[in-house]
């Protein structure tokens, strides 16, 4: 079995070789290392050979994390599960991004209560590109109204759109998807020139970031190909 380290050199290689070939900087895309479900010492692994940036799906099992590594100052911890209103206070403030955003009333919720002290939380709008009934995730006809009404908020700073595509579409229909998230940005970003700075898209797994980073993912998130199989959640 390789080990962790071994495994974010390969899936650093498979993100330089896709930058490359897409004719982008070479540090225009970050990895986000999916970590839900993996222990804190699997995440000291990742830290010891670069890792910074986790993301993270389930409040209670991320806050336990983030409290057993409080001794590594620089990580950087995203929370990009859904979100429930009534947990948007812990999730405004233990998080330096939030990848999950789909309404307003949750926009407004971690604006209000993240600590004005802290820098203003970065967030994504997660798109349901494919309009998928089960997937959480807005519609891309709400995106206008939804950023509208965002930029007002002291609180966030709007970087860019997420999306978790169909896993079961063909090659061509994810890139597609992909396609669709970015230029919807573009469009966005011309539209709303103060909204923030529109600048991420996030996309990309472990089994289709060449795709997404042909498209202009910024941030891949990946799980299984630096971590192996998560267990079944019974
Ligand atoms: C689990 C998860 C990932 C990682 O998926 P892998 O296929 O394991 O790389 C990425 N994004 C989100 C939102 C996830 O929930």
């Known amino acids: 079995m390789s080990s962790i380290a071994d495994n974010i050199g390969s899936v650093t290689r498979r993100i330089q070789k896709a930058t490359l ?3 982008r900087k070479p540090d225009s895309v970050q990895l986000l290392a999916v970590s839900k479900t993996r222990s804190a010492d699997e995440l000291r ?3 010891l050979a670069g890792q910074r940036a986790f993301g993270e799906n389930y409040l209670q099992e991320a806050l336990d994390k983030i409290e057993a590594l409080n001794d590594i100052l620089d990580i950087e911890w995203h929370f990009i599960g859904p979100i429930q209103s009534n947990k948007t ?3 405004a403030n233990s998080f330096a991004w939030v990848h999950s955003v789909d309404r307003l009333k949750i926009a407004r ?3 209000e209560q993240r600590d004005p002290s802290l820098p203003p939380l970065n967030i994504c709008l997660q798109v349901n590109v494919n309009e998928e009934e089960s997937k959480s995730g807005c519609r891309l006809d709400e995106l206008p109204q939804l950023i509208a009404d965002i930029s007002e908020l002291p609180g966030i700073r709007l970087r860019g759109l997420m999306t978790i595509p169909d896993p ?3 090659e061509t229909d994810l890139r597609n998807s992909f396609h669709i998230l970015a230029t919807t940005l573009a469009s966005l970003k011309a539209g709303h020139p103060d909204a923030g700075p529109l600048d ?3 996309m990309g797994m472990s089994g289709d970031l060449e795709l997404a980073i042909a498209e202009g993912a910024t941030w891949v998130r990946v799980g299984t190909a630096l971590f192996g199989a998560r267990p079944v959640k019974s």
């Open 200 to 202: 991420t898209l996030s």
């Open 89 to 91: 206070r812990q999730i």
């Open 109 to 111: 919720r971690l604006s």
């Open 45 to 47: 692994e990742a830290v």
């Open 168 to 170: 079961s579409q063909s």
């Open 21 to 23: 070939q897409a004719g």
